[in-house]
């Protein structure tokens, strides 16, 4: 036997493990996003304790539920209304200007959040939201934000007076975080959200697993070329 073929028999046992660990790395640093749109249509109240299952871990698509890059089985869904009216919140077909099934409230004024809370290994990343008023009318002290649960504020509207007859867009920019978000409103019902985007994001690793992992494709390439050297 040739010491070609020999060579190449050790070269292609080493550089399957090694080809598997990198593409493996690399998918774990870009993450592979899978999104989901919430619509609404499939439900008309929402809260803790009413159609509390609405938006988590989703493996499949149907009314109320858009894809929007794929399924999102790593993320659970809270409806908690903060107000002083006890009442879940409610999906309106219309009222809400041109948002069809938005999630709004029985009573004006009520303050309440969504939290989307990835499974451990995964980030979440709240996308995009449309937002409107109730009854063609502008509403005073307004206010929207997205935080985490350690309390840090991610985006901030401030007061503002939203104006009436009209559809709002946020975010500017995609929010991720390992820790679950909040997408807080302070007047449900003077305003309801429509058509929310979220997605869920293998977690990059910290500096120190970089390194690790940096240091063990160090050790595969002396290991192989060792081993070439042998052969």
């Known amino acids: 036997m040739t010491p070609a073929p020999h060579t190449a028999?050790?070269?292609t046992s080493l550089a399957v493990p090694f080809g598997a660990a990198l593409a493996t790395s690399l998918a774990l640093l870009c993450g592979s996003a899978h999104a989901t749109m919430l619509?609404?249509?499939s439900v008309s109240t929402l809260g803790p304790t009413t159609n509390a299952s609405y938006g988590d871990r989703v493996t499949s698509f149907g009314p109320g539920l858009g894809p929007e890059g794929g399924p999102t089985p790593n993320i659970v869904l809270d409806f908690v209304p903060t107000g002083t009216v006890p009442?879940?919140?409610?999906?309106?077909?219309?009222?809400y200007h041109t948002l069809v099934s938005a999630l709004g409230h029985t009573s004006f004024d009520q303050p309440g959040y969504v939290q989307f809370t990835p499974d451990p290994g995964w980030d979440v990343v709240l996308t995009s939201f449309d937002v409107a008023p109730w009854s063609a009318s502008s509403y005073p002290d307004s206010r929207?934000?997205?935080v985490d649960t350690a309390g840090t504020v991610y985006f901030d509207t401030g007061l503002f007076t939203f104006p009436a007859s009209t559809v709002l867009s946020f975010l500017?920019?995609?929010i991720r975080s390992t820790l679950p978000l909040r997408l807080v409103v302070e007047d449900?019902?003077?305003?309801?959200i429509d058509n929310l985007v979220?997605?869920?994001?293998?977690?990059?690793?910290?500096?120190?697993t970089w390194a690790l992992w940096l240091a063990g494709l160090a050790a595969l390439g002396t290991l192989a070329r060792h081993r070439a050297q042998q052969a």
């Open 188 to 192: 449900f019902g003077d305003l309801a």
């Open 87 to 95: 009442n879940p919140f409610t999906v309106y077909a219309s009222g």
């Open 144 to 146: 929207i934000q997205v």
């Open 9 to 11: 028999s050790h070269s």
């Open 39 to 41: 619509t609404f249509e």
């Open 198 to 208: 979220f997605s869920q994001v293998a977690t990059i690793p910290e500096p120190g």
């Open 172 to 174: 500017p920019t995609p």
